[in-house]
Nanobody, 112 residues
Framework: QLVESGGGLVQTGGSLRLSCAAS????????MGWYRQARGKERELVAV???????NYADFVKGRFTISRDIAKNTVYLQMNSLKPEDTAVYYC????????WGQGTQVTVSS
C-alpha cells in the first residue's frame, strides 16, 4: 500500500514536498517514483529512484524537483521548488516490483 500526502495549493514560484509512505520496506521494490496526470492529459513520469539510488527526472522538472527516500521510514519524497502553473496535476506515487503499484494520488495546484 502506498499513501501519498503533501499536495495542496501554492502560488507560482512556491514549493511543496510530497511524501509517499509504503506499508513495507522500500527495498521490496526495484524502484519507486512519482508520476503526474493533468486534466485531459496522459499520466507522465516525473522522477524515479532505484534501489541503488539511481535517479532519473523528466526534462520538465530537472533542476526544480528532487526525489529522495528515507529507508527507516519506508518513505519516498518529492521536493518541488519553483513551481509553475503547468505543474498542476494529480501526483501519483509508484512502486515497481514485477508490476507497478500505485497510490491514490494527491492534488497539486499552482496558481498564477
Amino acid at each position: 500500500q502506498l499513501v501519498e500526502s503533501g499536495g495542496g495549493l501554492v502560488q507560482t514560484g512556491g514549493s511543496l514536498r510530497l511524501s509517499c509512505a509504503a506499508s513495507e520496506s522500500i527495498f521490496s521494490f526495484n524502484a519507486m517514483g512519482w508520476y503526474r496526470q493533468a486534466r485531459g492529459k496522459e499520466r507522465e513520469l516525473v522522477a524515479v529512484i532505484s534501489n541503488d539510488e539511481y535517479t532519473n527526472y523528466a526534462d520538465f522538472v530537472k533542476g526544480r524537483f528532487t526525489i529522495s527516500r528515507d529507508i527507516a521510514k519506508n518513505t519516498v519524497y518529492l521536493q518541488m521548488n519553483s513551481l509553475k502553473p503547468e505543474d498542476t496535476a494529480v501526483y501519483y506515487c509508484m512502486a515497481s516490483a514485477g508490476r507497478n503499484y500505485w497510490g491514490q494520488g494527491t492534488q497539486v495546484t499552482v496558481s498564477s
